[in-house]
């Protein structure tokens, strides 16, 4: 399930321009249990779908970064602190909704 938008691939870096909304819509997409929050398995998933390598470590690695909480997943509120991890390790840019 990788990334596909109305937006294109970036001139200077390759990377895919991708809305906030796009961005979201598209993570929850690996919410596996539907429970509104991504854990570090569905994290990987969304590494893997788009082409990602060493997917676990970089999963653990993006959870760690937004989880603010500290329950180890990644809620609805907490999406918005992995935009810098998606725009790293996912290949993406991450374009503010206006």
Known sequence: ??????RHRAPTDGKIEISVEEF??????????????????????????NGG????????RGVKLADKNFNGTIDD?????LMEFAEKHLGLRIIPTH
Not at 1 to 6: L, N, P, Q, W
Not at 31 to 38: E, V
Not at 53 to 60: D, G, N, P, T
């Open 53 to 60: 390598w060493f997917c676990k470590s970089k999963a653990k």
């Open 77 to 81: 509120h907490e999406i918005s602190n």
């Open 1 to 6: 399930m990788a990334i596909t938008t109305s």
């Open 24 to 49: 979201k819509l598209w993570l929850k997409k690996f919410d596996a249990d539907k429970d509104g929050r991504i854990s570090v398995e569905e994290l990987r998933r969304a590494v893997r779908a």
